[in-house]
């Protein structure tokens, strides 16, 4: 019989799913996420985000000053990258990304961190250098450093954590950052045992996705309100989610994960 997925002995862990601007479905959940803590006793807690706090939602500059500030209450903390990070941190070097950009979310990062720009993704491709040159100009250097050094991957016992997903037929060890950072369908439709549960964001789902070979907590906070955290204690899973300015907690029956 297979055994079932565990955190470290004495570990509980708390993955948050894609940000994307919205700073006050953050709050609202580290509030929760503090007082929750006080609970582990001893054990070594670890606040892991798993990228995309950037673009979509209106208030980019806050979460990353959010994020940069730190958390007191917890004894370790993970800051994975996302896509749109990379994507920015693109942009920010001037590389040619301008619509596919724009489209997605980088409107209002322009926007929120006072860059004048044009709703039309064809006026605003068409001005994509002197946008990337003024963006430059008023991006602080603590929020580059911080995008900078954003970590690709980490792991936990039998759970590893990424932005988007893992390549199926490729070890974990040989995975590159491209993929963990922007896979999509080749992994969502595999049944593959990766070695490891994998957790990750990326792709919105109204719910969590709990599958026996990954759990997927991307629930679109910058449209739905909805900001999702997966609580991995042992051999329990919870998830708490925002939702009309409460916190939510919902507990799951663990499923019997795959073994190497």
């Not at 939602?57 to 990070?85: C, K, S, W, Y």
Request: proline fraction near 4%.
């Amino acid at each position: 019989m297979q055994q079932a997925s565990s955190t470290s002995p004495q570990t509980r862990i708390y993955a948050i799913g894609d940000i994307h601007g919205r700073e006050d479905l953050l709050a609202l959940l580290l509030n929760w996420i503090e007082g929750d803590v006080q609970s582990a006793g001893s054990k070594h807690t670890v606040l892991v985000f798993l990228g995309d706090y950037v673009d979509r939602g209106p208030h980019t500059p806050d979460v990353l000053e959010r994020l940069i500030a730190g958390f007191t209450f917890m004894q370790e903390t993970v800051f994975l990258r996302g896509n749109h990070e990379e994507t920015l941190l693109n942009f920010l070097n001037s590389e040619a990304i301008g619509w596919s950009w724009f489209k997605y979310g980088g409107l209002e990062t322009l926007q929120s961190y006072g860059v004048a720009v044009s709703a039309d993704l064809e006026e605003a491709t068409a001005c994509s250098e002197k946008l990337s040159k003024e963006l430059s100009l008023i991006f602080p250097p603590e929020h580059k450093n911080f995008l900078q050094h954003l970590e690709i991957q980490w792991s936990d016992s039998d759970y590893m954590f990424v932005h988007a997903g893992v390549r199926p037929g490729v070890a974990l060890v040989d995975q590159s950052d491209y993929d963990m950072m922007w896979i999509r369908d080749d992994f969502l439709n595999s049944s593959e045992d990766f070695g490891k549960i994998i957790v990750h964001g990326h792709t919105i789902e109204p719910d969590p996705v709990i599958k026996v070979n990954r759990i997927g907590i991307d629930t679109g906070a910058f449209e739905s309100d909805r900001l999702s955290c997966l609580v991995l204690e042992d051999n329990k899973r919870r998830i708490v989610y925002t939702n009309q300015g409460k916190v939510h907690v919902t507990h799951f029956n663990i499923s019997v994960a795959p073994k190497p």
